[in-house]
């Protein structure tokens, strides 16, 4: 027995030593000798499990927890919720911390990672805050930067305000999660001056370890550089964006979420085009653990992405497959069915594609809104302007924007359906009267209402509008004057008394000098009337003696071979072929023909020996399929095409020689 326990003894100062140095595969083998020895020893058992966890061994040290569960007990709680953590267990590691005994602090440290990854934002933001509230050690930065991943992944999914929680930015992880709460508040400029405090932060703190390399503070950076990127694509520069993005690629950094995120990003700048690769971008997001890596909201925006991608590349069936499966896993999204509609409409089933978006909106009113207006636009594609315009006019949450009855209006305008048009003024009108009575956007549409109906002769119908207009203001000179037009057919006495507020010729007089502005830039060929001029202007008057000069007018030039006492022809001024004495070229008459015949031969002389034109020669008749001067063409052969020759026979022309020594000329 007594060299038992002494064997014991040394077994646990190595287990004792190699913790201390590390080396827990040494310690696993000193505990699995004192396990043999006894086999229900706690604190061996405990040890081992350490040992395992130390190792990444999670599923052996869970089966030796569960497989000891009586003799551990309550010992292993913490052990056992971080063994199912880091299995991705989170369901089950939450249970087991919530059924724990005793919530220590290191026990509320695993509750707030594994609330954040189940999204519960709110509880973890109150857990750290207990946290670092209650407690003073070394790990109190940590603390702090979790506290700042929750409030900026609160700010990106969920839009809440940030709060000033007394955060300092001492560190390039604290201050890239500040950049990140930013950009979920729109604050993009700021986001990015704080991303490039973090850059320097990181280089400064991992420059001082003499082990760190160059490419590792590269691959440390990359998830900076990332986020960037990110923020140069929502401010519209893409180029810069894509060439940051393809350098953390290059980089491969260990961590899947951050390529997966960084090539979806560019998936989605290189849209339609670029789609080869876009499909090679596409493979890292299919990482292992990447579910595990990133929010919900992330992982869908990927899937989405992936059906867009398939539908670009033609891949029908694909993504007809992925957009269900995507319905089903989100059946109140509006996206998934977009999708499909968008497939359809590349198919050119645009009925299909209105049918399936009027199903998805009767079943999810909620999300109705976004669907509507694409069926309104499916509809005008087809040339359905009134279908177009019902559906508009359902979308109770944009009944009444000045957008949309300027849309309606426009659409209805161009069917020539001012009735309806007229309404949309009517309703929105009504909508602002007893909403807000006497606003801007109140007294626009009065004013659009009237200027519409008189613009397509419905006076009467507007005097109501101008009425409420001239009321608001009694000044406005132009609506009164409109009112009392449209009273003039309708209520003459009424016009005249309204005419009584109009101003008269004497106020509306403008103090205008006509010679300043005869003389500005803008009226140079304005042609002066005569007038009187006083002041210094005034011309000298002219003496007894004195003859006022007179310009000699020139004589006009008459045309060559012009007789100026002959009657000018009345019809000079009409084409020859349209003048009454026209008679046409004479007919009959052909010139002579001059170098039609051989060379060096007259017209005379072929005369002479022409067969045909002697009294005793036969007429020649043209042979079947030919005609005079040309050959015949076999059937099934067309003829090229030639010009009609302006004169006489045609001849070739020879090629001319080219020149040596030039450079393509001739």
Not at 65 to 86: D, Q
Not at 353 to 381: C, D, H, R, W
Not at 593 to 604: D, N, S
Not at 635 to 652: D, E, F, L, N
């Amino acid at each position: 027995m007594a060299s038992g326990g002494v064997a014991v003894a040394s077994l646990w100062t190595e287990v004792n030593r190699c913790g201390q140095n590390g080396d827990y595969t040494r310690a696993l083998k000193a505990l699995s000798k004192i396990l043999h020895e006894n086999r229900d020893d706690v604190t061996a058992l405990h040890c081992k499990i350490v040992c395992l966890v130390q190792n990444g061994s999670f599923k052996e040290a869970l089966n030796v927890m569960n497989t000891h569960t009586k003799v551990l007990g309550s010992e292993v709680v913490f052990e056992k919720a971080y063994c199912e953590y880091r299995l991705n267990r989170v369901e089950s590691a939450l249970k087991t911390i919530e059924n724990a005994p005793d919530q220590t602090d290191k026990l509320k440290e695993l509750y707030g990672q594994v609330l954040y990854r189940l999204e519960r934002y709110d509880e973890c933001k109150t857990i750290y805050t207990d946290l670092i509230r209650n407690s003073q050690d070394e790990y109190e930065e940590e603390r702090k930067t979790n506290l700042a991943a929750v409030v900026a992944a609160m700010s990106q999914w969920e839009k809440a305000p940030m709060e000033d929680l007394g955060l300092s930015e001492s560190t390039y992880e604290l201050c890239y999660n500040t950049a990140c709460a930013l950009i979920g508040q729109g604050q993009l400029t700021e986001a990015f001056n704080t991303l490039r405090q973090a850059e320097e932060l990181c280089r400064v703190s991992l420059a001082e370890d003499s082990d760190v390399t160059e490419e590792d503070i590269e691959s440390e950076l990359a998830v900076i550089h990332s986020q960037m990127a990110y923020i140069m694509q929502l401010q519209g520069r893409t180029d810069e964006a894509l060439q940051l993005y393809n350098q953390v690629i290059k980089l491969k950094p260990s961590d899947v979420g951050l390529l997966a995120v960084t090539a979806n990003n560019i998936i989605t700048i290189n849209k339609d085009q670029n789609v080869f690769d876009s499909k090679k971008k596409v493979k890292l997001t299919n990482a292992e653990g990447v579910e595990y890596k990133l929010a919900k909201k992330q992982l869908q925006a990927i899937e989405f992405n992936k059906a867009l991608l398939a539908m670009y590349t033609n891949q029908a069936d694909q993504c007809r497959k992925l957009s269900s499966s995507l319905q089903s896993q989100n059946p109140g999204h509006p996206r998934p069915v977009l999708i499909q509609a968008a497939q359809l409409c590349r198919e050119k089933q645009h009925s299909k594609a209105v049918e399936l978006l009027q199903q998805f909106s009767e079943q999810n009113p909620e999300s109705a809104s976004g669907i509507k207006l694409t069926m309104a636009q499916l509809y005008l594609v087809q040339g359905h302007v009134t279908k177009a315009c019902d559906v508009l006019r359902s979308i109770e949450e944009f009944k009444h924007k000045a957008g949309m009855v300027s849309a309606l209006v426009t659409m209805y305008s161009h069917e020539e359906d001012i009735d309806s048009a007229i309404d949309v003024f009517k309703q929105a009108i009504e909508y602002y009267q007893a909403e807000q009575p006497g606003s801007a956007a109140h007294l626009a549409l009065v004013r659009e209402a009237a200027n519409f109906k008189l613009k397509h002769g419905r006076k009467k119908e507007a005097i109501s509008d101008l009425e409420q207009l001239w009321k608001q203001n009694t000044n406005d000179v132009h609506t009164l004057a409109q009112l009392i037009s449209a009273y003039s057919l309708v209520d003459t006495d009424k016009a005249k008394s309204l005419s009584k507020h109009l101003p008269s010729a004497d106020t509306m007089s403008f103090n205008v000098d006509v010679d300043e502005l005869e003389n500005s830039h803008g009226a140079t060929y304005v042609r002066k009337k005569a007038g009187k001029v006083v002041g210094e202007n005034l011309p000298k008057e002219i003496g007894q003696g004195e003859v006022k000069k007179k310009r000699k007018k020139k004589k006009g030039k008459l045309p060559k071979n012009c007789d100026p006492k002959a009657t000018p022809d009345l019809e000079r001024w009409l084409p020859m072929k349209e003048r009454s004495y026209y008679r046409g070229k004479k007919k009959g008459k052909k010139k002579e023909a001059i170098g039609k015949g051989t060379q060096g031969a007259t017209a005379a002389a072929s005369a002479e020996f022409d067969a045909s034109k002697t009294a005793t020669s036969p007429p020649t008749s043209p042979r079947p399929g030919s005609a005079t001067g040309s050959s015949t063409v076999p059937s099934g052969v067309v003829p090229p095409r030639q010009q009609k020759p302006s004169s006489g026979a045609t001849r070739k022309k020879a090629p001319q020689k080219k020149k040596k020594g030039g450079k393509g000329g001739w």
